[in-house]
């Protein structure tokens, strides 16, 4: 998912017989299994599938396959006590115009009452609060009234 465009086209034709959504989908469940067995802390780059996928290239993202299994991995990482990542740095990186997870992923995780945390994913140190503004908007557009916020003490809510 995060390798060059070839890698992935290959991947889509000699492991999914050229079905995108067929990856999508697995993309999705690798991501609910990770929840559950893991139950890691900070679930980040929920939608990092779509990072070359601009236009619709290689699969629908909003369609019933895509939906029900990005769906399936919410579910799971609410059930797990997951705090979801709203990441900056594909956007910081030119890979697209929306920030990991897309706005109806942010609604859907709204929906079910997760908590999100805003990160940059920074890989220098001029993009370690990029969007930051532009990324609690999202949030807040989603319908959150705060963001959690990683102290030496853990989470502490801040509000938007």
Not at 56 to 67: I, K, T, V, W
Not at 75 to 104: F, Q
Not at 130 to 150: E, I, M, Q, S, T
Request: charged fraction near 25%; include cysteine.
């Amino acid at each position: 998912m995060d390798g060059a465009p070839e890698e992935f086209e290959r991947c889509i034709r000699e492991e999914f017989g050229g079905d995108g959504e067929a990856l999508a989908e697995q993309y999705y469940r690798n991501v609910e299994q990770t929840a559950r067995r893991l139950r890691p802390h900070i679930l980040g780059h929920f939608d990092l599938v779509k990072k070359l996928n601009r236009g619709g290239r290689y699969f629908n993202e909003a369609s019933p396959r895509c939906r029900a299994a990005a769906e399936a991995a919410l579910a799971a990482a609410k059930a797990a006590g997951c705090v979801l990542e709203i990441n900056t740095g594909g956007v910081y990186r030119g890979y697209g115009s929306e920030y990991y997870p897309a706005p109806p992923l942010l609604r859907q995780w709204r929906a079910l009452g997760g908590e999100v945390v805003i990160t940059a994913d920074a890989h220098t140190a001029d993009a370690l609060t990029f969007d930051f503004d532009k990324a609690a908007a999202c949030a807040k557009a989603a319908g959150f009234d705060r963001v959690l916020v990683l102290t030496a003490r853990g989470f502490a809510p801040c509000p938007l």
